[in-house]
């Protein structure tokens, strides 16, 4: 197929590689021109504006808006409105708040422009492992796209097969998902970054309590000088525990044992907060969630071990810099 990709960040650039090298074709736009040319070294035909890159793309045509969530996406969406045709399918890869995507589908649906929103999840790794996809749209745009969402997607890979229904739909172990109507993908990948703060407070706060075992405030008998990185390489090998988020920290610390490259100050790109707006709304308890959340607000005015692997494990699967 032919996509147009706007944004080439650390994703964007790579979802357009990823597709490249299986054939695909990919007109990109990105408002730093090095970025443009970097890619067009690679491939791509490169776009000088929005309606450029428009002209290029052949109808139907599919665009994939891979920005900033807020002002960024809104403003790129609002200008694509005003360049493409019915027919047409525009694409939010980003991490958008899932109301605004109800809400920009049902504007986009008057000019039968389809509005699909992709909760992509990957980082910087996406390249190589593949993304994994949470989509939400009508069902014939997203029927449309599966030949770049099956590229994009990591594919059965060495993950053991879990036992499924007859008849259950092959893409979930692919690794991509049709969620459901516009914003349920947005939806589902909100809450994701809610477990995955969880998921990391948990990993933090066990090696803080690791760590602290050797504290002069112990009574010496009690105190152990524990090896963090043959710990977290050692839970990595059969453990219940084990976890992508868990290599991530065996390789974090076995560059830097005590993590000092990092502050600890460690930020929220907004996801958490909304799955917490979603609980609230819901009347759901999401304890482990609103936590993790508040975690982070905290590490801003004062920074543990446990904090400094927070930032480790951010920088690690999306090359977050605090």
Not at 66 to 78: I, Q
Not at 101 to 112: G, Q, T, V
Not at 222 to 228: A, G, I, P, S, T
């Amino acid at each position: 197929m032919q996509l147009g990709i706007i944004g080439l960040g650390r994703m964007g650039s790579n979802i357009a590689r990823r597709l490249m090298a299986a054939g695909h074709s990919c007109v990109a736009y990105d408002q730093d021109p090095k970025a443009v040319t970097q890619l067009v070294e690679n491939g791509a035909a490169g776009a000088k504006d929005l309606a450029d890159m428009v002209r290029q793309l052949q109808p139907p045509r599919a665009v994939w808006v891979m920005l900033p969530a807020g002002a960024p996406t809104e403003e790129t969406v609002a200008a694509l409105g005003g360049l493409l045709q019915a027919g047409d399918i525009l694409i939010d890869g980003g991490n958008s708040f899932y109301k605004d995507d109800i809400r920009r589908a049902k504007a986009l649906k008057s000019k039968d422009i389809a509005y699909v929103d992709a909760g992509t999840s990957g980082g910087v790794w996406g390249l190589e492992r593949g993304y994994c996809l949470m989509v939400g749209g009508d069902k014939a745009a997203v029927d449309r796209l599966d030949p770049i969402l099956k590229t994009l997607a990591p594919g059965l890979g060495d993950i053991p097969r879990t036992h499924r229904p007859e008849g259950a739909d092959p893409r979930a172990e692919l690794g991509y998902i049709h969620a459901g109507p516009s914003g349920a993908g947005h939806f589902v990948k909100m809450v994701h970054n809610g477990i995955e703060y969880g998921l990391m407070q948990a990993y933090a706060e066990g090696f803080d309590i690791l760590r602290g075992k050797s504290s002069e405030h112990l009574p010496k008998e009690d105190r152990f000088e524990l090896n963090l990185p043959e710990i977290a390489e050692v839970w990595r090998r059969g453990s219940v525990v084990s976890s992508w988020l868990l290599d991530l920290a065996a390789q974090a610390l076995a560059g830097d044992a005590k993590l000092d490259a990092f502050s600890g100050a460690v930020a929220d790109s907004g996801e958490g907060r909304w799955t917490i707006q979603a609980a609230l709304e819901e009347a759901i308890p999401a304890d482990v969630l609103s936590a993790a959340l508040y975690a982070r607000f905290r590490s801003r005015e004062a920074h543990t071990f446990g904090e400094k692997l927070l930032s480790a494990l951010r920088f690690g699967f999306g090359g977050h810099v605090e």
